[in-house]
């Protein structure tokens, strides 16, 4: 309502942004180190919305191409194998001798 009439958000500091960070308890990204997680509590509760969704986001992506490579390396560790098996059972193919 205070926004609506040109008027400051009361929830985006002092007291009210404070208790809105406590009852919220968003937690600190897990790839932060131990001193910022500390300091993520004192942010602004519209500034830990931000960075929890931006963070959550980078983690999906960053899954994301962990399961890819993990896929790519077997699919070249079956090739490999598949290749190995086919030159140590005869199979491969036939080669020019060069005189």
Do not use: C
Request: without cysteine.
């Amino acid at each position: 309502m205070h926004v609506a009439l040109g008027l400051a958000d009361p929830t985006r500091g002092g007291p009210a942004a404070s208790a809105m960070s406590t009852i919220a308890a968003i937690p600190p990204p897990r790839s932060w180190p131990g001193p910022f997680k500390q300091r993520f509590a004192a942010l602004p509760y519209d500034i830990q919305v931000h960075l929890a969704s931006h963070e959550a986001q980078r983690e999906r992506a960053l899954r994301r191409a962990q399961n890819e490579a993990a896929s790519a390396r077997q699919k070249l560790a079956a090739f490999e194998a598949e290749t190995k098996d086919g030159k140590t059972n005869g199979n491969e193919a036939p080669t020019r001798d060069q005189d």
